[in-house]
């Protein structure tokens, strides 16, 4: 059963933290992506990663950053957290031919900072 | 950044009636996949359709891609409990997912 696994389904943060989110896939996919969901606004692009090593901005990349340096794992870092980031943080993978694949999800962790 | 737009937002039915919901663009698109999110989960893939005027079922699903290849629609027949949940239209090629229809089907 394939799988995508972030860290924590639920976090609480405090304002200007450096908060730390983990995505790990087992499906040896190239390419991983960090979304963010809000209610309306459906899900937003922030970075998305092609390779070990490599990011690339998607979206609404300010006020974050990312981290690849091994092939299954993706991580989202939020440098300075502020309450306009408390919202779900849903991470994907897919394999390299993006035309005809299928993202998958790992099941969200929802953020609060306070 | 292309937008999809989707319709209606929300949507609450009893059990056993029929719905649909509908995913536009501005824009021609060459693919276009459909994916559902259950509460507390992230979005999994129902379908891809690919041709214009292509019509896929899935079990009580029908998608349809159409004929212009600027709009999608999901029907779902008799709907159930088990159907509550969140339908996103995306076009993964581009990296782009539509605002969502919320769908909660009473018993």
């Known amino acids: 059963d394939v799988k995508v696994t972030q860290s924590s389904r639920y976090l609480v943060k405090r304002t200007g933290e450096k908060v730390f989110l983990e995505c790990v896939q087992d499906?040896?996919?190239?390419?991983m992506f960090w979304y963010r969901q809000d209610p309306g606004l459906g899900l937003r692009l922030i970075y998305f990663?092609?390779?070990?090593?490599?990011?690339e901005k998607g979206d609404i990349p300010e006020g974050y950053s990312v981290s690849r340096e091994k092939k299954e794992r993706f991580s989202l870092i939020l440098e300075s957290a502020s309450t306009n980031q408390t919202s779900m943080y849903l991470c994907?993978?897919?394999?390299?031919?993006?035309?005809?694949?299928?993202?998958?999800f790992g099941q969200g962790t929802r953020l609060t900072v306070v | 950044t292309q937008l999809l737009e989707q319709s209606p937002q929300f949507l609450s039915i009893q059990e056993g009636e029929n719905l649909t919901v509908y995913c536009n663009s501005s824009?021609?698109?060459?693919?276009l996949q459909w994916y559902r999110q259950e509460p507390g989960e992230g979005p999994v893939l129902l379908v891809t359709v690919v041709t214009g005027g292509e019509v896929k079922k899935l079990k009580r699903l029908t998608f349809q891609f159409g004929d212009a290849r600027k709009d999608s629609s999901l029907h779902i027949t008799a709907a159930q409990p088990g159907d509550t949940g969140l339908y996103l239209c995306?076009?993964?090629?581009?990296?782009?997912f539509g605002t969502g229809t919320r769908l909660l089907v009473s018993p």
């Open positions: 499906m040896d996919h190239e390419n």
């Open positions: 995306a076009l993964f090629q581009k990296l782009v």
């Open positions: 990663s092609y390779d070990v090593k490599m990011k």
């Open positions: 994907a993978s897919s394999s390299f031919d993006r035309l005809n694949t299928e993202a998958f």
């Open positions: 824009s021609v698109f060459s693919s």
